[in-house]
Structure formats: structure tokens, C-alpha cells
């Protein structure tokens, strides 16, 4: 019998330590391979031992749960992900993976905002309090720049460059990319900074905090829900205000390419899904201005 760690740990120590992933991407591996390592259990056989046929009833029984499709397919890319990790290390001879299943992807538009429903959450904050000149400055870089939560919550002062509107940030994997804010994010981060209880004594503070802590993921998606409440704009999440950021750059005649590389999408494909949206608004505008349309 094998003696040691547990292999689930062996290979999330692996995606730490050597592929560099954030601790929020681990913890998803993890959560999946906790799945796994049940109904292995539950099937009273080693994980490294399970084969094909076990490895689709386990999808099926994912299925059967009625976890949603994406859940699933991200699921299913963790197992292969796995067992291919313990065909690298000579853990297992030959990977149980090759013909596992999943359900096809759905096809869906991601929610954005209009350019006046923007103009509305932007005016949300109370300008009069701390909280809200902070949170303005949050909503007008989340917007300026398209960064996701992960990414604002872990800012700190020496990742703005307000003299050349520029942002610093460390995507998924950590990887590091700069992308360029408007100078309506600037003033608002400026008077932020200017406001702050906290003196900037170091470029490596923090830059968004919350009674002297650094803001939370589970704050800031509170916060934008409430400032889109505030406004009636409802279902309004960090995402949100992502998704509208690439959608108005393309309405506006921006690159593909570029807003990938703004976005920090390393398959261009994942960038794709917006030219759908660019195409529904050209149609709009199409039907709404020419006139042989109808």
C-alpha cells in the first residue's frame, strides 16, 4: 500500500508551488477533488485505481445532482487535469481520462450595463462620506479598467500610476499586466488617496481598505449589489461591470485583440463570446436606423 501524502495534496501543492496558481484558483481544485476522493470512498476504491467506466458514473451522478453544466465541465477539468499530473509523476501507467464525457457548453450573453445605467451606479456613492469617495473610486476603476474583484481587493498604493493612468495588476496564474485607466478614474482615486484616515507612509499599503483592513472579495460584491440596488439596477455584480467595460470598448470600435490583452484572457476565444454581444447591438442600431430595417 502507497505511504505518504495523499495525492490530492501532492498535486495541489504541485499547482502551487510550480504552476504559481493563486490560492483562490487552488482552493476550486481542491473543492472538486474533494468530489472525487468522496465517491472514490463511497466506491471503495483507491482514486489512483478508478477507471473510465468510474469516472463517468461519476459525471453521471454530477448530472444527476443537477449541478449546472458549467460546474460540471470545470469539474471534469480538474480530474483530467489530476490524473494526468499522476501520469507525469509515474503514479499511474496510463490516464482513465481519455474518454471522459461532458455536457456540451451552453451558450449565453453575459449581462452589461448601458452606458447611462453606468452613468447612474456611478453616481451612487454618497461623495460626503469616506466610504463613498472610496467606493466611487472602486466603481470607476472596475469600470475603467475591466479588473476583476480578485484583482481590486489586493491593489496596492505602488500599482497606480495616476500621472500616466495606468494599473498594475496580477491576474489568473499571477500573471502580471498593465491596462490603462481614464482620467475620471484618476480624479476619483486621487481624492480617495487624499482622503484616506491612513497616511501613504508606504507604496506598499494596501490602496482600498475597510476600517483600516484591506477590502474583502465578500465586501465588495456586497457594496456593487447595493450601489446597483440604490440605482434600480439589479443583478449588478464585480463581473458585472467587467463585462460592460470589453462590451463598450467593442460598441465603440475597439479591437478583439486588444481587449483581450486589456482583459488578460490568454485564449482569444474567451474574448469571443463579446462580439456576440457587439453583434446584437449592431443590430439594434441597424433596425433602429435604417430605413428599409422593417
Given at each position: 500500500?502507497?505511504?505518504?501524502?495523499?495525492l490530492?495534496?501532492?498535486?495541489?501543492?504541485?499547482l502551487t508551488v510550480e504552476k504559481?496558481l493563486?490560492?483562490?484558483t487552488t482552493t476550486n481544485y481542491a473543492?472538486?477533488?474533494?468530489r472525487?476522493?468522496?465517491f472514490?470512498y463511497?466506491?471503495?476504491?483507491p482514486?489512483?485505481?478508478?477507471?473510465?467506466h468510474?469516472?463517468?458514473?461519476?459525471?453521471a451522478?454530477?448530472?444527476?445532482?443537477?449541478l449546472s453544466?458549467s460546474?460540471?465541465r470545470?469539474i471534469?477539468s480538474?480530474?483530467?487535469?489530476?490524473y494526468a499530473?499522476?501520469?507525469l509523476d509515474?503514479y499511474i501507467?496510463t490516464t482513465?481520462?481519455d474518454?471522459?464525457?461532458?455536457?456540451?457548453?451552453r451558450?449565453?450573453l453575459?449581462h452589461?450595463?448601458?452606458?447611462?445605467?453606468?452613468?447612474l451606479?456611478?453616481?451612487?456613492?454618497e461623495?460626503?462620506?469616506s466610504?463613498?469617495?472610496?467606493d466611487?473610486?472602486?466603481?470607476e476603476?472596475?469600470?475603467?479598467?475591466?479588473?476583476r474583484?480578485?484583482?481590486?481587493?489586493?491593489l496596492?498604493?505602488?500599482?497606480i500610476?495616476?500621472?500616466?493612468g495606468?494599473?498594475?495588476c496580477?491576474?489568473?496564474g499571477r500573471?502580471?499586466?498593465?491596462?490603462?485607466?481614464?482620467r475620471?478614474?484618476a480624479?476619483?482615486?486621487?481624492h480617495?488617496v487624499?482622503?484616506?484616515?491612513?497616511?501613504?507612509?508606504?507604496?506598499?499599503?494596501?490602496?482600498?481598505?475597510n476600517q483600516q483592513?484591506?477590502l474583502t472579495?465578500?465586501?465588495?460584491?456586497?457594496l456593487?449589489?447595493?450601489?446597483g440596488?440604490?440605482?434600480?439596477?439589479y443583478h449588478?455584480?464585480?463581473?458585472t461591470?467587467r463585462h460592460t467595460f470589453?462590451?463598450?470598448?467593442?460598441?465603440?470600435g475597439?479591437?478583439l485583440k486588444h481587449?483581450?490583452?486589456?482583459?488578460?484572457?490568454?485564449?482569444?476565444s474567451?474574448?469571443a463570446i463579446?462580439?456576440?454581444l457587439n453583434e446584437?447591438h449592431l443590430r439594434?442600431?441597424y433596425?433602429r436606423?435604417?430605413?428599409?430595417?422593417?
Open positions: 500500500m502507497r505511504k505518504g501524502p495523499p490530492t495534496t501532492l498535486f495541489l501543492r504541485y504559481g493563486t490560492t483562490n473543492n472538486d477533488l474533494a472525487l476522493t468522496n472514490a463511497q466506491s471503495q476504491i482514486i489512483e485505481h478508478l477507471q473510465p468510474d469516472l463517468r458514473q461519476f459525471i451522478q454530477l448530472t444527476q445532482a443537477r453544466t460546474t460540471i470545470r471534469a480538474t480530474i483530467r487535469s489530476f499530473f499522476l501520469t509515474h501507467d482513465p481520462t474518454d471522459l464525457n461532458t455536457p456540451p457548453p451558450s449565453y453575459p452589461y450595463l448601458t452606458e447611462a445605467e453606468v452613468q451606479l456611478l453616481a451612487a456613492p461623495l460626503n462620506t466610504e463613498g469617495i472610496r466611487r473610486a472602486i466603481l476603476l472596475m469600470y475603467g479598467a475591466g479588473l474583484v480578485s484583482e481590486v481587493v489586493v496596492r498604493h505602488q500599482d500610476d495616476l500621472r500616466n495606468l494599473v498594475t496580477f491576474g489568473k500573471k502580471e499586466r498593465i491596462v490603462p485607466f481614464g475620471s478614474a480624479i476619483a482615486i486621487e480617495y487624499e482622503t484616506k484616515s491612513i497616511p501613504f507612509t508606504t507604496s506598499n499599503s494596501h490602496l482600498f481598505l483592513k484591506p472579495r465578500q465586501l465588495l460584491w456586497t456593487i449589489s447595493r450601489y440596488a440604490a440605482a434600480a439596477i449588478v455584480s464585480p463581473h461591470l470589453a462590451t463598450h470598448l467593442l460598441h465603440h475597439a479591437e481587449v483581450q490583452a486589456l482583459l488578460g484572457h490568454a485564449d482569444i474567451t474574448t463579446y462580439t456576440h446584437t439594434r442600431s433596425n436606423h435604417h430605413p428599409r430595417a422593417s
